[in-house]
Every structure is written in structure tokens, then in C-alpha cells.
């Protein structure tokens, strides 16, 4: 079945430090990939959806210069968070869809903490 | 408002009971999928279960099925003979027309007792 990796796991930096969190669909393209925040015990919350070759269409209140969002390729998106600082702690979380009406795949996640 | 209302933030269930997981939706799009996905507590989002508004039986898969009521906007998921692993969160979403983007309750967290 289409599997989507994500990577790094998990990170742990220093405040105002950026984090590249790549998303990678390996056998299938994918020309829209998402990203999502999730704080524990909560629901999923969409940042963005990334759009091949395009610009990524952000949620409303998501800061476009805060999480910057590249997908170059029909299997890769990666999401860098700028200038990190502890409140940017959290776990994000891709997904990528194959067809319309097909479920969409995650990758394992990223918990990322800031000191 | 909300497109996925999941009214219960924890449940408990004995094992080898069946549990049933509520979720209602909104939307006006005659076309729309509605998707049950797990994620224990390691994190990952595992895909459960998909209902196409225009299906016309119960979606099931193995000891999930989806008791899909169109007219009550109700997409209730039942776990038949709970296992220890069936513990974590389940999360009840929907997609609208032709558009990707999964709108996603705020999740119901299970636990199995032994």
C-alpha cells in the first residue's frame, strides 16, 4: 500500500534555531501533500496544504514566513520551521493522498521541542 | 461550525466488548467521504475505515464497520470484540467534494481494560 516518511522523528534544538521536517511519498506521486500540528490529546490542525511546482495555500492564522513550505518534487515536501522558539513546540504531521476519494496516508510524525 | 463533532473525549470498554464511537458532520456538498482513522499512542495516523456519502450499504472492515445513518449526518464507527491494542485515539473526519482537505473531530480516546 502507498506509504508516506516522514523524517526527522523527532528534534530537539535550541531556541531560534530552523528545523527541516521532510515528507517523502515512496511509491506513489503526490502533487498535494498536508501538513498538520497536533498538541497532545488534541485534534489534528491543518497548517497547509503543499502544492507541487506551486505555492502552498496556508490556513488562516498560519504564519507563511514562520512555516515555510517547499515541495520541488512530486514525492518530497518539506516544512521548516524558522527561527524556532519553545511555543513551536509540537508534533507535525504530513500526509499525502493518491487519488481523490482514497483515504489520505500519514507519516509517522515529528515531535519537535525547543528549549 | 463544526464539520465533525465527535461528543465523547474518553471511553472505556471491557475486552472482547464491542464499542461504538459516535461522530456527527455537517456539510452541504451531496458529495463528501467520511474516514475513521487510529492513533495510538506512538502517533502515527493509521487509516481505519471510508464511507462515501453516495455508498450504499455499511462500509466494514475486518472488526470495524461504519454505521452510516445519511438522513441523522451520522457516521458512527463500531470496534467489534475489543483487543488491548485497540487503545488510543480515533479520530472521525470528512472530505467535501472534489476538494483533498480532511476536516477532522476532536477525537475520542479508548481504552481497553483487561
Known amino acids: 500500500g502507498a506509504v508516506v516518511s516522514q523524517h526527522p522523528s523527532r528534534v530537539i534544538c535550541k531556541s531560534g534555531t530552523s528545523v527541516k521536517i521532510e515528507c517523502r511519498s515512496l511509491d506513489f506521486q503526490a502533487t498535494t501533500m498536508f501538513w498538520y500540528r497536533q498538541f497532545p490529546k488534541q485534534s489534528l490542525m491543518l497548517m497547509a496544504t503543499?502544492?507541487?511546482?506551486?505555492?502552498?495555500?496556508?490556513e488562516q492564522g498560519v504564519e507563511k514566513d514562520k512555516f515555510l513550505i517547499n515541495h520541488a518534487s512530486l514525492t518530497l515536501s518539506t516544512l521548516t520551521v524558522t527561527s524556532a522558539h519553545p511555543e513551536d513546540s509540537s508534533f507535525y504531521i504530513c500526509s499525502a493522498n493518491t487519488k481523490p476519494g482514497q483515504p489520505q496516508h500519514f507519516g509517522d510524525g515529528t515531535r519537535l521541542s525547543i528549549l | 461550525a463544526q464539520k465533525i463533532t465527535q461528543t465523547q473525549p474518553g471511553m472505556f470498554v471491557q475486552e472482547k466488548e464491542a464499542v461504538t464511537l459516535d461522530c456527527t458532520y455537517d456539510t452541504s456538498d451531496p458529495s463528501y467521504g467520511l474516514f475513521w482513522y487510529k492513533q495510538p499512542s506512538s502517533g502515527e495516523m493509521i487509516f481505519l475505515i471510508y464511507?462515501?456519502?453516495?455508498?450504499?450499504q455499511n462500509a466494514t472492515e475486518g472488526r470495524y464497520s461504519l454505521n452510516f445513518q445519511k438522513a441523522r449526518k451520522s457516521a458512527n464507527l463500531v470496534i467489534s470484540a475489543s483487543q488491548l491494542g485497540d487503545s488510543a485515539m480515533y479520530f472521525c473526519a470528512m472530505r467535501e467534494g472534489n476538494d483533498y482537505k480532511l476536516s477532522f473531530g476532536a477525537g475520542t480516546t479508548v481504552t481497553v481494560r483487561a
Open positions: 503543499s502544492n507541487e511546482g506551486s505555492k502552498a495555500t496556508y
Open positions: 464511507q462515501g456519502s453516495y455508498d450504499q
